[in-house]
C-alpha cells in the first residue's frame, strides 16, 4: 500500500478540491457590487467601450458560462487578460510569482532550521536561562505582527545601521543572471555568477527574517515542549539504560520521535508565510506575487484576483501534500494504518 | 436533589481549576493583559485623557509631539493623542475577536460534532471535503480576496475571517467526537434510547469543552494579528477609524523620526495578543491537552 | 560460593516539584548474589521502579536526585562512576525490562534497529555488522517470537503487546547481562500471556545464570520466581527473606497485612485489606513510615527508622519489634 495509494489518495483529493475552491473564488469575483470594467476603463471612458469589453470578458453571459470560459482557459495556461496591468495574466504570473516564491522558500528553510534548532536546544536545558530566553523569544515572534517587524528591521539594520539593503531584489552595480526560473538567486548559482548570488541573498535577508519570525517562534515552541515531553519518556531511558551512548540517543532516538509535530505544522506555518507575504513585499518593495495580489484586490482585478488565489491554493496544496508524505516517513505509525495490538 | 449535587460538584471543579490555574505565573500575567485591555476597551470614552481624538479631530498647533506628560504616548500627525486612540483601539480589536468568534464557534462546533459522529458516512464525508476546500486556501488569501472585492470596512473585514475561520473549530471537534464516540457513556446513551442532539449535545460536546475553551483564548489573539494585518493594508478599518493596525500603517510613513506614532499602537497589539496567548497557554497546561 | 553482584547501601532519593520536595527513597538497603533470582515486592509507589532506575542511573535527573548513599555492583560503586565507565556496565553488566513494552520501544524505528543498537553498544566485545544481526534475530528466536527476521524489520506499532513484551525481554538478554532487572514484565499483559511470558524469562534466566530482580505488586508471581524476596513500603525495605520463610512466616505487620489481603483458596476467611493510604512524600512520617497505619505500632515507632536486624540467616526485619533500639 502505501506511498503511491496515499498519494493517489490525497492527489484526487485536492483535484476536488481545487475545484471546489476555484468556483468560490469565482463566485467571490463575479458576484460584487460595481463594475470592475469601469473602474479599468476609467469614468470618462465611452460607453460603448465599456460595453464592448464586458462583451469580450463574457460578462454579460450567465454564471455557469464565465466559469466554463475562465476554466477552459485556465487549463490552457490562459488565466485572462489583466485590468490593470493590461497584459495576460499568465505573463504577470510568471513575473512576480518566482519572486514571492524565492522569497517563502528562503524564508522557509530560515524559520524551519532555527525553529527546530531554537526549540531543540531549549528542550534539551529546559529550565536554563537558555531555555528561558529562547521561550521568551517566541513569545515576543508569536503575537508580533509580521509588519512590525519588518518595519522594525527595516528602520535597524537599513537606517540605523545601515548594513543591509532594503528594496528590491539586486543592487543596480550587479550584473543581472539570466532568468532560468525567475528566482535570481537559484539564477545566480546556477549561471555561475557569485557576486550576483550573494547580492541576492542579502537583499532577501531582511524580508525573509521578518516573514520567518512568526513561524520560527511556532516551531521553537512545539519542538522544545515535544523535546522536553520525549526526554522523559521510557523508550529514552531504556536506550540510554542499555549502554547507547548519549550522543547517539539525543541526535537520532530523540530527535527523529520530537520532529513529528513540528513538521507536521510546517505546512500551516508556510502557508502563514504566503499569506504574511504581502505585508513584507509591500514594506521593502519586493516585486512578488502577493503585492501583486493585493493591488489586484484593492482595483478590483477579477481575473487577476482569482489567479492569484488559485494559484496560492495549488502552492499551499503542494506544500501541505509534501509535509503530509515527510511526517509519514518520519511516523511509521502513521504509514502503517491502524494500531494492531493493545 | 440530584441536581444540587451536580452542581456543587461543577462549582469545585470550577473552583480546582482556578486555584491551579492562577498557581501558574505565564497565566496569571495574561490575564491580566487581558483584563487591563478589556477594561480599557470598555471605559475608553471615560478613562481616555482626549476622547474626542478618536474620531474627526484636528489640531496642528499640537501635531507630532514626542511623549509627554500631556500625551504618554504623542500625538500623530493630526494633533490627535495617540494613547486615547489607542484605548479606542482596543475596542476595535477585541470587538473584532469577539464577533468573529461567536460567528464561527457554534456553527463550527455543530458540524463538527455532527461530523465526527456519523463518521464513515456520507455526512462526515459532505462536511469534512466542504471543511477541506476551505482549509485549502492559505488562511489570509481567502480573507484579503473576500475583503477586496467588498468595500473595505471592519465588517467586512470580520465577515472575510470568519468565513475562513470556521473550519477550524469543524476539524478540532470532529477529532474529538469522533474518537469519543466509541467511549462506554455513549455507547450507553445509545442503548437507552437517548436522542442524537441529547447524545451530541449532553454527552459528546461537554468533553470537548476544554479543547474549545482553550481555542477560543488562543484565536482571540489570532483573530486580532490578522486583523491588524488587514487594517495594515487597507483593507480593514478606514481613516479616521482609531483601529490599532491602521495606526502602525500611517506611522509607518513617519519612522525612524516620529517612531511614537506606529510603535505605541504596535506594542498595543502585541500585548493584546499576548495576553490572549498567555491564558490560551494556560489552559492548555491546565487541561493537558495536546492537540489545540 | 556466591558472591555479592549488587549491594543497594541507605539510597536516599528525592524529587524537586512544583509544591515542595518529596522524599522518596529513605535508606533502601538491599543485596542481590550471583545466580539469584530476588523478588522486589510492594504497593504502587513504593519506589520500586525509583531504586531501580538509579542502579542503572536513568533516573530523570531534573526533578529527581540521589541524596545518599551508595550502590555497589562488584564491589565498586556506580554513583561515583563515570560516564565511560558506567556505559560499560550498562548492557553486559545491569539491563532492564521496563513496565510498559509499548512506551519501551521508540516508536519510529524498527525492531531492528534498536535491538542493534543495544547489542552493538551494550555487549561486552565488540562484533561485526554481521555477527550482531545474527544475535539480534538470536535474541528474537530465543524468545519465541515466530519469524523472526520478519520482527527484525517490523515497527513497534506493527506487534501485539505480548510480542512487544517479548521483544523487551529479548532486548535485556541480548547483552548477556550479569543481572537482569525485571520492572513488573507481565503486569501490562493478559493473564494467559503473563503466564507464557513469565515461563519464558524463568527458563531464559535459568539458561542464561542471569540474576535477576523481579519488581512486582503480585505476592504470586513472587512466589513462582523468586528464591529470596524484599517488602518494600513507602521507600524503604522493610523486610527481606528467602521466599519460603516469608510466606510462612512473615514478621513486619506490613508483610503481614499484605498477605491477608490475598484471598486464601484453602482455610477460609474472607481477604482483609490494610486500613490507611501509602504516606504522601511530601510530608512522609517520621521514624517508620508504616507506624500511622500500623496495628502494633509502639511509642517510639515516630521516633526513628528501625535499624535491619537479623532474626535468622534467611531473615531481614527492619521494625522494632523484632529488635533495634527504640528511643522509648
Given amino acids: ?66 466559469y466554463y470560459y475562465w476554466l477552459s482557459g485556465a487549463l490552457h495556461g490562459d488565466l485572462g487578460q489583466s485590468l490593470f496591468t493590461r497584459r495576460a495574466v499568465m505573463t504577470d504570473v510568471k513575473e512576480f510569482l518566482p519572486a514571492t516564491m524565492e522569497l517563502a522558500i528562503f524564508a522557509g528553510i530560515i524559520m524551519a532550521v532555527f525553529g527546530v534548532l531554537l526549540g531543540a536546544v531549549s528542550g534539551r536545558y529546559s529550565n536554563t536561562w537558555i531555555d528561558n530566553s529562547v521561550r521568551i523569544f517566541s513569545y515576543i515572534g508569536v503575537v508580533t505582527p509580521s509588519f512590525v517587524f519588518a518595519i522594525l528591521f527595516l528602520l535597524l539594520f537599513g537606517y540605523v545601521l545601515n548594513v543591509l539593503p532594503t528594496v528590491g531584489r539586486l543592487s543596480p552595480w550587479i550584473h543581472r543572471p539570466p532568468v532560468i526560473t525567475g528566482m535570481v538567486s537559484l539564477d545566480a548559482i546556477l549561471s555561475g555568477n557569485f557576486a550576483a548570488f550573494g547580492d541576492a541573498i542579502r537583499h532577501m535577508i531582511l ?116 509535509v503530509d508524505l515527510l511526517v509519514a516517513w518520519l511516523d511509521p505509525r502513521i504509514r502503517l494504518g491502524a494500531e494492531r495490538g493493545k | ?169 469543524t476539524r478540532l471537534v470532529y477529532g474529538l467526537s469522533s474518537s469519543l464516540r466509541n467511549e462506554f457513556f455513549v455507547q450507553a446513551a445509545e442503548v437507552t434510547g437517548a436522542s442524537r442532539s441529547h447524545i451530541l449535545f449532553r454527552e459528546i460536546l461537554p468533553n470537548c469543552v476544554s479543547s474549545i475553551f482553550t481555542k477560543m483564548s488562543l484565536d482571540m489573539g489570532w483573530v486580532i494579528l490578522i486583523g491588524s494585518a488587514l487594517s495594515f493594508v487597507g483593507l480593514g478599518a478606514q481613516p479616521p477609524t482609531p483601529d490599532l493596525g491602521t495606526m502602525v500603517a500611517d506611522g509607518a510613513k513617519y519612522l525612524p523620526d516620529q517612531w511614537w506614532i506606529a510603535i505605541f499602537p504596535a506594542l498595543a497589539i502585541m500585548i493584546t495578543v499576548l495576553g490572549f496567548n498567555l491564558i490560551g497557554d494556560g489552559f492548555r497546561d491546565l487541561f493537558a491537552l495536546e492537540d489545540v | 560460593m556466591t558472591e555479592t553482584l549488587l549491594s543497594i547501601e541507605n539510597l536516599h532519593v528525592g524529587f524537586k ?120 534475530v538470536g535474541a528474537l528466536r530465543e524468545v519465541q517470537l515466530p519469524d523472526p527476521e520478519r520482527i527484525f524489520n517490523n515497527y513497534p506499532v506493527q506487534l501485539s503487546g505480548g510480542m512487544r513484551q517479548r521483544v523487551s525481554v529479548a532486548m535485556a538478554l541480548a547483552t548477556e547481562p550479569e543481572l ?103 510530608d512522609p512520617p517520621t521514624g517508620c513510615r508504616f507506624h500511622p497505619r500500623c496495628p502494633r505500632a509502639m511509642e517510639g515507632c515516630s521516633k526513628s527508622l528501625p535499624p535491619i536486624t537479623h532474626t535468622s540467616d534467611d531473615h531481614d526485619v527492619a521494625c522494632f519489634l523484632y529488635g533495634g533500639e527504640s528511643s522509648e
Fill in chain 1, 1 to 66: 500500500m502505501s506511498i503511491l495509494k496515499f498519494l493517489g489518495k490525497r492527489l484526487a483529493l485536492s483535484i476536488f478540491v481545487l475545484f471546489g475552491l476555484s468556483v468560490l473564488i469565482f463566485m467571490i469575483a463575479r458576484v460584487l457590487p460595481g463594475d470592475p470594467v469601469r473602474m479599468a476603463l476609467g469614468s470618462r471612458a465611452p460607453q460603448w467601450a465599456v460595453d464592448n469589453m464586458r462583451e469580450q470578458m463574457h460578462l454579460n453571459d450567465p454564471l455557469y458560462a464565465q
Fill in chain 1, 207 to 322: 524580508p525573509a527574517v521578518s516573514l520567518a519570525l512568526g513561524g520560527m517562534a511556532q516551531e521553537a515552541r512545539i519542538t522544545r515542549s515535544t523535546i522536553s515531553d520525549n526526554l522523559r519518556k521510557d523508550y529514552i531511558a531504556s536506550a540510554k539504560g542499555f549502554g547507547v551512548p548519549e550522543r547517539l540517543v539525543v541526535l537520532k532516538y530523540l530527535l527523529k520521535p520530537s520532529l513529528i509535530p513540528t513538521v507536521s505544522i510546517l505546512g500551516l506555518d508556510f502557508a502563514s508565510l504566503l499569506a504574511n507575504a504581502f505585508l513584507v513585499e509591500l514594506i521593502f518593495n519586493w516585486p512578488g506575487f502577493s503585492r501583486y495580489g493585493i493591488n489586484a484586490m484593492l482595483n478590483k482585478d477579477l481575473n487577476a484576483v482569482s489567479a492569484v488565489v488559485m494559484i496560492l491554493g495549488v502552492v499551499f496544496i503542494i506544500v501541505n501534500i509534501l
Fill in chain 2, 1 to 169: 436533589m440530584v441536581q444540587n449535587a451536580l452542581l456543587e460538584r461543577r462549582l469545585e471543579s470550577l473552583k480546582k481549576n482556578w486555584y491551579k490555574f492562577s498557581k501558574n505565573p505565564v497565566s496569571v500575567v495574561g490575564l491580566f493583559f487581558v483584563l487591563a485591555v478589556s477594561f480599557v476597551a470598555i471605559f475608553a470614552p471615560y478613562i481616555s485623557p482626549y476622547p474626542m481624538h478618536a474620531g474627526r479631530y484636528v489640531n496642528f498647533t499640537e501635531a507630532s509631539q514626542g511623549p509627554s506628560l500631556k500625551h504618554l504616548c504623542g500625538t500623530d500627525v493630526f494633533g490627535r493623542d495617540i494613547l486615547s486612540r489607542i484605548f479606542f483601539g482596543f475596542r476595535y480589536s477585541l470587538m473584532m475577536g469577539a464577533v468573529v468568534l461567536s460567528l464561527v464557534v457554534i456553527p463550527g462546533v455543530v458540524l463538527g460534532l455532527i461530523a465526527g459522529y456519523y463518521r464513515g458516512t456520507w455526512i462526515d464525508t459532505v462536511i469534512m471535503r466542504v471543511t477541506d476546500v476551505f482549509l485549502a486556501v492559505p488562511p489570509l488569501i481567502l480573507a484579503l480576496a473576500i475583503c477586496s472585492v467588498l468595500t473595505p470596512s471592519v465588517f467586512h473585514a470580520m465577515m472575510a475571517v470568519s468565513l475562513m475561520w470556521w473550519p477550524w473549530y
Fill in chain 3, 17 to 136: 516539584i512544583y509544591e515542595g520536595r518529596l522524599s522518596v527513597l529513605n535508606g533502601v538497603q538491599m543485596t542481590v548474589r550471583t545466580g539469584e533470582r530476588v523478588g522486589l515486592v510492594g504497593e504502587a509507589g513504593c519506589g520500586k521502579t525509583t531504586s531501580m532506575k538509579c542502579v542503572l542511573k536513568i533516573l530523570p535527573s531534573p526533578p529527581g536526585e540521589i541524596t545518599a548513599g551508595r550502590i555497589l555492583f562488584h564491589g565498586k560503586d556506580i554513583l561515583t562512576m563515570g560516564t565511560r565507565e558506567m556505559q560499560h556496565i550498562r548492557g553486559s553488566g545491569i539491563s532492564m525490562i521496563f513496565q510498559d513494552p509499548t512506551a519501551a520501544l521508540n516508536p519510529v524505528f524498527t525492531i531492528g534497529d534498536q535491538l542493534t543498537s543495544v547489542i552493538k553498544y551494550g555487549s561486552r566485545e565488540s562484533l561485526s555488522k554481521k555477527e550482531i544481526y545474527i544475535r539480534a
Fill in chain 3, 180 to 282: 537482569l532487572i525485571a520492572d513488573e514484565p507481565t503486569t501490562s499483559l493478559d493473564v494467559t500471556i503473563q503466564d507464557q511470558v513469565l515461563r519464558l524469562l524463568n527458563g531464559l534466566v535459568e539458561q542464561h545464570e542471569t540474576s535477576v530482580i523481579f519488581i512486582t505488586h503480585s505476592l504470586g508471581v513472587v512466589r513462582e520466581m523468586a528464591d529470596w524476596v524484599y517488602v518494600m513500603y513507602a521507600g524503604n525495605i522493610i523486610e527481606g527473606a528467602r521466599k519460603e520463610e516469608l510466606f510462612t512466616n512473615p514478621l513486619h505487620p506490613y508483610t503481614h497485612g499484605l498477605m491477608n489481603a490475598l484471598p486464601k483458596l484453602t482455610g477460609g476467611g474472607i481477604a482483609e485489606g490494610i486500613p490507611g493510604r501509602i504516606p504522601e512524600y511530601i
